[in-house]
């Protein structure tokens, strides 16, 4: 929701990220896997005891990703790269879900309901993508919901930063991300009927 409404407010600042990216030469693909790299630190950091180390190092990947997205945009986007973004950006999630779960082995069963809806409601998002002809300013339909890569970056850094409400955060976050598969599935009936 907020990556599909609130984009605009940070888009500038994306912009100019990407044009100096651009400039000195680099790739989409290669601020792609430097997000992974990033994203994947958060995991270790958090692991390591520095949650807030963490949050910083998770946000930055998310900034990177978008970045990607727009020098993808602004020169010649690639399938591949989609497939990169698409992946690494999923590889991220498990990371942190996997820290979490190291380091609260009590909170197992409610990270596995997360990840299971994680792993519904990305694949309605994916498959309605591909069988869809719609398409956005992506390289392909990307269904909005009220849970987008901004609100889950939300909902870890509380997940993060203050376990002694860990158990709440992961339920809230699951009943968020099943809500956004049932809403995407019901628009993919809605749009491919």
């Known amino acids: 929701m907020l990556d599909t409404h609130a984009r605009k407010y940070v888009q500038p600042s994306i912009n100019h990220t990407a044009e100096w990216l651009l400039k000195k030469g680099k790739t989409a693909n290669q601020v ?20 807030l180390l ?4 998770l946000w930055f990947s998310g900034f990177l ?4 997205g727009t020098m993808a945009r602004h020169t010649k986007t690639s399938p591949f790269g989609t497939v990169m973004d698409i992946t690494f950006d999923r590889m991220v999630e498990i990371g942190i879900i996997l820290a979490i779960a190291y ?7 409610p990270l596995l309901l997360l990840s ?8 309605i998002f994916l498959v309605v993508g591909a069988v869809s002809e719609k398409a956005g300013i992506k390289s392909f339909y990307y269904q909005a919901g009220v849970a987008e890569r901004t609100e889950g970056f939300l909902l870890f850094s509380l997940m993060i930063l203050f376990p002694q409400f860990l158990l ?3 339920m809230v976050f699951f009943v968020v991300e099943s809500f956004t598969g049932i809403q995407r599935f019901m628009e993919a009936k809605r749009i491919l009927s």
């Open 32 to 51: 792609t896997v430097l997000a992974l790299f990033i994203g994947l630190a958060t995991s270790v950091f958090y692991i390591s005891g520095y949650p």
């Open 54 to 57: 963490a949050v910083l190092f």
């Open 65 to 68: 990703d978008a970045v990607d």
């Open 103 to 109: 380091v609260h082995p009590e909170m197992l069963g």
């Open 116 to 123: 299971t809806s994680i792993i519904v409601s990305i694949t």
């Open 168 to 170: 709440w955060t992961t």
